[in-house]
């Protein structure tokens, strides 16, 4: 992958409400598109992917959707709870070369 | 899921000294693991991609002389600091995927360095 870029950058949400991350890449070769989430002071944790023969995927409260006719896909977080309050990263891949290029961050911060 | 393990979590060093930061992947093999680094409140860049056995090939930019990758084992992969300064400051963190191409990679806990 070449470039990534996400927003928003920073995103404040009522504790209940929906949350939603935006991401697009350039590299039509891209085929693996996980999410991270990051905690202060910690490494990265998945906490859902998906491949491109897939549109949508669905984890509990957390999905992501897929569009790569346009070249994008989006983080969808529902009933948020201030335990999802961390900064949230994309990141994609060609499964040919393993290599995983991140989206710049978001901020995502949950009001109790 | 599996498990990677950096250590140590945190340094100090003085300038001009060597660190020596160490990724292991404890319950799975890996042929192939990658150092990142990440300034504060910015995303993770890569560095390097560590390969058991031969040379790790390294990103634009990367000094591959300060920044030194040895992965002697399927289950070890160092990355040594040398000659650190305070601009190396930094969280450095490294991922590992179990052998096949076709899953996810996992990530070590991160290494905070500071060099003073």
């Known amino acids: 992958g070449e470039n990534v870029e996400q927003h928003p950058s920073t995103l404040s949400v009522q504790e209940g409400d929906s949350a939603v991350i935006k991401c697009t890449y350039s590299?039509?070769?891209?085929?693996?598109f996980p999410w991270y989430k990051q905690e202060l002071g910690k490494g990265p944790q998945l906490i859902i992917d998906?491949?491109?023969?897939?549109g949508e995927k669905k984890d509990q409260r957390i999905a992501v959707t897929l569009n790569k006719t346009a070249k994008h896909f989006s983080l969808h977080i529902t009933e948020t709870q201030p335990e999802d309050s961390a900064v949230y990263f994309c990141a994609e891949s060609n499964f040919g070369n393993e290599k995983l290029t991140f989206g710049t961050g978001t901020r995502l911060t949950i009001i109790p | 899921g599996a498990v990677v393990s950096q250590h140590p979590s945190w340094v100090i060093c003085k300038s001009g000294t060597s660190v020596k930061i160490e990724c292991r992947s404890l319950d799975f093999q890996a042929t192939t693991m990658f150092w990142y680094r990440q300034f504060p409140k910015q995303s993770l860049m890569l560095m390097a991609t560590s390969n058991e056995g031969s040379k790790a090939t390294y990103e634009q930019g990367v000094e591959k002389d300060k920044f030194l990758i040895n992965h002697a084992s399927l289950t070890l992969s160092t990355l040594t600091v040398t000659s650190a300064h305070p601009e190396d400051s930094s969280f450095y963190i490294c991922?590992?995927?179990?052998?096949?191409?076709?899953?996810?990679?996992?990530f070590g806990q991160g290494t905070r360095l500071t060099v003073v």
């Open positions: 590299d039509s070769a891209s085929n693996y």
């Open positions: 998906i491949r491109s023969n897939v």
């Open positions: 991922s590992a995927r179990p052998g096949n191409l076709n899953t996810e990679a996992f």
